[in-house]
Each structure stands twice: as structure tokens, then as C-alpha cells.
């Protein structure tokens, strides 16, 4: 049971925008930790897609972007495509773990 | 280029040890914390281990603590995470990564390595 919890799964098609979810608690993304999300395609290490809940890396499209409000946090994908096909986790900070902590992960699937 | 080149798994018996490297090079390598994350097989990521750039306050994770050692020597730029008392559940893909923030609670992982597979198993 991960401290950050994440829908197992979304899907949709290609062009159309996607979205999703991470809650966590008051000791988490509530008590005002940033919140970063990490892009795994098959067989690779995580890439860092989103950081500090809005933030994107050089090199990442705008197609990606991120928010946060309260105790969750929203990754969105306009104009999917193929190789967006990959695995998502959420990030955070947990005050009363003192550690850091991820979601279960969300497994975007391409129709 | 930042590169993080991990080692030192393989496959070892419950209640063994084994230490794991993470070399790095194309950055400053003592000016930044270092984490360890692991992946068990299917599953999800989970943050183990992570260090100051000086070496500075190591954390675990309550499901390796007292069992795994994190360390660096930043004359070698490379991270170790020393595992004793293996079990089988500590089965995973191990990955070292960089931390990046202003504040640690803050961090997120900007490079990662290519992992190294640890299979605790008899």
C-alpha cells in the first residue's frame, strides 16, 4: 500500500488529452511538499517529467504538465501519443515517514 | 553529460550481504545528495536510502533500517549501499539518483542510473 495513491491504470486515445491522480495526506503533498512526476518507459530507469508540481525539465514537450492543490496533484497529457506508453509515478515528501515517498504508479495505456 | 553507472548485484542467499556502487561522473558530485530507489519485480518505486553530499545524515527507509548502510567517497564520485541480512522481499532493481532542490523535503530525482538487479533467493 503506497503512502501516495495513484489509479493503476487510464487509457485513451491518440490526440485526445488525458489526466491523472495522486493523493496523498496532511504529512504529504497537504503539508505543502512539492509533488514531481516521473515518466517509466518499459525496461528503463524513471525519467523526471514534472517537478515542483508545474515545473518541466528541458527537453520535455508541453504536452505534459502538472498541478496541485491541497492534499492531490494532477499529471495531464494533451494530444497523447504512442510513445507516451509508460508507466507514471507521483512524488513526495513525507513529514511523518521523514522519507521521501511514491505512488503505486499509473500504467498509461495508448489505444 | 551526467552519467550514474550502477553495480553489484546478482544473486545472493537470504541472510547474506552485498554491497552495491553507483559511479558519477559529469557533475560535482560532492555538492549533491545521492538516494538509492528500488523497483521489486512488477511492483512500483521505493525510495531506500539517501545521503547529503558531504555525507551528511543518512535516512533509511523503516523496511531496511538497521539492515543496509548508505555511503560515499566523493574522491571516487561513487555511491555504495552496503545490504546485510538480505531477505527475500528486498528482491528488486536497485537504481541510485541524484537529488535536486533548493530543500531536501523538496528533492526530486533528476538523473538516475541504469539499475542493478538484486535476487535474494536460496
Known amino acids: 500500500q503506497s503512502v501516495l495513491t495513484q489509479p493503476p491504470s487510464v487509457s485513451g486515445a491518440p490526440g485526445q488529452r488525458v489526466t491523472m491522480s495522486c493523493t496523498g495526506s496532511s504529512s504529504n503533498i497537504g503539508a505543502g511538499h512539492n509533488v514531481h512526476w516521473y515518466q517509466q518507459l518499459p525496461g528503463t530507469a524513471p525519467k523526471v517529467l514534472i517537478y515542483d508540481n508545474t515545473h518541466r525539465p528541458s527537453g520535455v514537450p508541453d504536452r505534459f504538465s502538472g498541478s496541485k492543490s491541497g492534499t492531490s496533484a494532477s499529471l495531464a497529457i494533451t494530444e497523447v501519443q504512442a510513445e507516451d506508453e509508460a508507466d507514471y509515478y507521483c512524488?513526495?515528501?513525507?513529514?511523518?515517514?521523514?522519507?521521501?515517498?511514491f505512488g503505486g504508479g499509473t500504467k498509461l495505456t495508448v489505444l | 553529460e551526467v552519467q550514474l553507472l550502477d553495480s553489484g548485484g546478482g544473486l545472493v542467499q537470504p541472510g547474506r550481504s552485498l554491497r552495491l556502487s553507483c559511479a558519477a561522473s559529469g557533475f560535482n558530485f560532492g555538492n549533491f545528495a545521492m538516494v538509492w530507489v528500488r523497483q521489486a519485480p512488477g511492483k512500483g518505486l521505493e525510495w531506500v536510502s539517501s545521503v547529503f553530499g558531504s555525507g551528511y545524515g543518512p535516512k533509511y527507509a523503516d523496511s531496511v533500517k538497521g539492515r543496509f548502510t548508505i555511503s560515499r567517497d566523493n574522491s571516487k564520485n561513487t555511491l555504495y549501499l552496503q545490504m546485510n541480512s538480505l531477505r527475500a522481499e528486498d528482491t528488486a532493481i536497485y537504481y541510485c539518483?541524484?537529488?535536486?532542490?533548493?530543500?531536501?523535503?523538496?528533492?526530486?530525482?533528476?538523473?538516475w542510473g541504469q539499475g542493478t538487479l538484486v535476487t535474494v533467493s536460496s
Open positions: 539518483a541524484k537529488g535536486e532542490g533548493m530543500e531536501m523535503t523538496n528533492y526530486h530525482f533528476d538523473y
Open positions: 512524488q513526495s515528501y513525507d513529514s511523518s515517514l521523514s522519507g521521501w515517498v
